[in-house]
Every structure is written in C-alpha cells, then in structure tokens.
C-alpha cells in the first residue's frame, strides 16, 4: 500500500523573514508528494519554488499579496486517501487562533484541522479531531525552534503527523 508523503508549512514571510527556505525543509521536499502551505506565503515566489518540488495547495493568510487572494481560498477541505482534512491560515477577529480553525471546520466533517498564523507549533486532539500547526520554517518568534510538518497518509489507516524542529534557518 503506498503511502503518501505530504509536508506542511506556514507562515514563511518570505522574502521578509528569509531569503531562501531553510536547508532541512528543502531536503525534505524532494521526497514530497504534495506540499500543504497554509497562508502567510507573502509573496509568490515563495509558491514558485515549493511548486518546483511538488504540486502545491494551501489556503491564503492575512499578508499574502493579492495572487494568492485570487488563486487560493481562506479555507479548505481537502480529501487525500478518503481521508478529510481541513485547511485554515486561522487569522481573524476575536477567539484564539486555534478557536477560529476550529470553528471554521464545525460543520465539517474533517478528522485533522491545519492551521497556522500565530507561528507556535501544536498537535493536540480536540473533540475527536487533530487540530496542527505546524510552525513556522522562517520565523520562530518566540519559539525555540523553526518547524515545519511532515504528514503520512494511507488509505484506511490513521494519519500519522509529526513536527521537525531545527535550529538553522
């Protein structure tokens, strides 16, 4: 049965943040079957080179210039191997980043939420749900590490979604 070997990301800001995606998340992208990026791209070079590596899906982010406006969603669900994954950046007024991704997938019938927006990495289960975000590859924030998401996916076997940490941007 094969699997399929999706990377996540968010929040790159580049070129603000970084001139060029880090080393580890560009070795990781060569094993790709399809990158998930979940907003805050800012500008399109940044979707220029991921497609280089994978097709490319994503949603927009509250900094994104207007090509992402025009070629991406604020929210989607995408079904990978019969499985539903909602996609969010998580931006908006009010509730907590993680309250807003939630909230925009309640009538959905999704088993994994991805979002992204505050740059802090998580993976928790929420109401029978996996709720991830991923981090950010390019600003760490606060956080003590750069982080992306690496997600297996199987036909009628449970996800498997992890972070990797690195130092080096």
């Known amino acids: 049965m094969k699997s399929m070997n999706v990377i996540i990301v968010s929040d790159t800001h580049m070129p603000r943040m970084a001139k060029q995606l880090p080393e580890v998340l560009r070795k990781e992208l060569l ?4 990158i998930i990026h979940l907003g805050d791209w800012q500008t399109k070079d940044v979707y220029e080179e991921l497609k280089s590596y994978a097709p490319v899906t994503g949603v927009y982010g509250n900094v994104d210039e207007p ?18 994954i909602g996609v969010t950046h998580g931006h908006g007024k009010g509730k907590t980043t993680e309250q807003r991704a939630i909230s925009q997938f309640k009538n959905e019938n999704v088993e994994l939420i991805l979002f992204g927006h505050s740059h802090i990495p998580l993976h928790k289960e929420y109401e029978g749900r996996v709720l991830f975000n991923p981090g950010s590859p390019t600003d760490k924030r606060k956080q003590s590490h750069y982080s992306f998401g690496k997600l297996n996916v199987k036909a009628n076997q449970p996800l498997q979604i992890d972070h990797v940490f690195f130092m080096e941007k």
Do not use: M, R, Y
């Not at 094993?31 to 399809?34: C, H, M």
């Not at 090509?67 to 019969?82: A, D, G, M, P, T």
């Open 67 to 84: 090509f992402f406006i025009e070629h991406f969603n604020e929210k989607l669900v995408l079904e990978l191997e019969s499985h539903l």
């Open 31 to 34: 094993g790709a079957d399809l």
